[in-house]
Antibody, heavy 119, light 107 residues
């Protein structure tokens, strides 16, 4: 069974940093692109970043470029999102998701982890 | 960036109704589109991929169609568990973009 479990969310002050983790199991992690998607409270879904199987390609939404870094450790079956210079508008539930080969978009999602940026 | 315009933003319908939700892309995206269902407090669930392919395990009352710039999600006969928010997502080019969502409510 495919499982994605996010962790690392919490309350952080504006300008602070946080590192999210996503532990993957039930599939060959190193064979899939992976995504981070977020959802601000009461708002819609926003794609944040993608990373290729070997980490050689990374893509970001403009609003996080230069502040967020997606990475992965295939030996640990883990995906990460390093978030620096956090702003109030980064407050959201962050979901880790597996990108399906055939469909090209996320098929399995984690339960999400809440990041709150506030003083 | 490709803009995905989803309509309607909300919809009231009854059990048994047929409903259609539309997403329009600001430029052609072939069939690089998926549809997702999200219930409150839960992660999204993929219903349709490649614009018209039904995700395994998803009831056949859900269907998708379209290519290029116009796409539709149809639920042929609403069931009580279908009341949720629906999103389209294009992955044709970066940044990937979601539609604004359609909240489907019970009439």
């Amino acid at each position: 069974e495919v499982q994605l479990v996010e962790s690392g969310g919490g309350l952080v002050q504006p300008g602070g940093s946080l590192r999210l983790s996503c532990a993957a199991s039930g599939f060959t992690f190193s064979s899939y692109w992976m995504s981070w998607v977020r959802q601000a409270p009461g708002k819609g879904l926003e794609w944040v970043a993608n990373i290729k199987q070997d980490g050689s390609e990374k893509y970001y939404v403009d609003s996080v470029k230069g502040r967020f870094t997606i990475s992965r450790d295939n030996a640990k079956n883990s995906l990460y999102l390093q978030m620096n210079s956090l702003r109030a508008e980064d407050t959201a539930v962050y979901y880790c998701a597996r990108v399906d080969w055939v469909g090209g978009n996320p098929d399995y999602w984690g339960q999400g982890t809440l990041v709150t940026v506030s003083s | 960036d490709i803009q995905m315009t989803q309509s309607p933003s909300s919809l009231s319908a009854s059990v048994g109704d047929r409903v259609t939700i539309t997403c329009r892309a600001s430029q052609g995206i072939r069939n690089d589109l998926g549809w997702y269902q999200q219930k409150p407090g839960k992660a999204p669930k993929r219903l349709i991929y490649a614009a018209s392919s039904l995700q395994s395990g998803v009831p056949s009352r859900f269907s998708g169609s379209g290519s290029g710039t116009e796409f539709t999600l149809t639920i042929s006969s609403l069931q009580p568990e279908d009341f949720a928010t629906y999103y389209c997502l294009q992955h044709n080019s970066y940044p990937q973009t979601f539609g604004q969502g359609t909240k489907l409510e019970i009439k």
